[in-house]
């Protein structure tokens, strides 16, 4: 069965830290690639996607994330962390109809 | 305002009783879905509709049944067959079924069995 492991359960940086959360699938076909994240107290929400071309997707609010085929990977990346960035982010791949998920990672962010 | 709705936010049941989740879209979606949360795990798929008067089971369908009489609601029964249903449940809805739909979600249902 393919599964989405997401490697870091809780973060905490300061503000301007960057970040990388890491998240690996098992899924060795053609994949569409989803990052959600939850804000306190808001829906879960789509941050980026990536489903063909340039593996270096970038998404709302400075996210990007980087498809590597290779490693089975799609890392989600910022530059720079703001105090709006506290939140749970979860990686999803696409496995017919049904989206499978990673347990989520809980970012904190010390002003 | 486009978006979905979950009713009732909380829900407390006892044990051996039957309870229904509400969920509506208005956001003209062919498809639906119910997500069950535990702490520490990722979301996972109990039921879903492609279309109206059709659904198919997800990874976790065991004490759980649903309908899809309309295009823009799809309630969740959790029957007293389920084992575990304190959890948190959560609707969610897209164009299609395809690749390329983005799933939308609703503020979720926390259920406690007592």
């Known amino acids: 069965a393919q599964s989405v492991s997401q490697h870091n359960h809780h973060v905490i940086l300061s503000e301007a830290a960057s970040l990388e959360l890491g998240c690996n699938y098992s899924?060795?076909?053609?994949?569409?690639l989803f990052w959600y994240v939850q804000y306190p107290g808001q829906h879960l929400q789509l941050l980026l996607k990536?489903?063909?071309?340039d593996p270096l997707v970038k998404g709302i609010k400075g996210f990007e994330a980087e498809f590597i085929k290779s490693k089975f990977s799609f890392n989600l990346r910022k530059p720079s962390v703001q105090w709006s960035d506290t939140a749970e982010y979860f990686c999803?791949?696409?496995?017919?109809?049904?989206?499978?998920w990673g347990a989520g990672t809980k970012l904190i962010i010390k002003p | 305002d486009g978006g979905i709705t979950q009713s009732p936010k909380y829900l407390f049941r006892k044990e051996g009783q039957n309870v229904t989740l509400s969920c509506e879209q208005n956001?003209?979606?062919?498809?639906m879905y119910w997500y069950r949360q535990d702490p520490g795990q990722g979301l996972r798929l109990i039921y879903y509709?492609?279309?109206?008067?059709?659904?198919q089971k997800g990874d976790i369908a065991e004490g759980y049944s649903v309908s899809r009489e309309k295009k823009e609601s799809f309630p969740l029964t959790v029957t007293s067959a389920q084992k575990n249903p304190t959890a948190f449940y959560l609707c969610?809805?897209?164009?299609?079924?395809?690749?390329?739909?983005?799933?939308?979600f609703g503020p979720g249902t926390r259920l406690t069995v007592l």
């Open positions: 956001l003209n979606h062919d498809a």
């Open positions: 509709s492609q279309i109206v008067n059709d659904f």
């Open positions: 999803a791949v696409r496995s017919n109809y049904q989206l499978i």
């Open positions: 969610a809805s897209s164009a299609g079924t395809g690749g390329y739909n983005e799933q939308f």
């Open positions: 990536y489903f063909s071309g």
């Open positions: 899924y060795g076909g053609t994949v569409n």
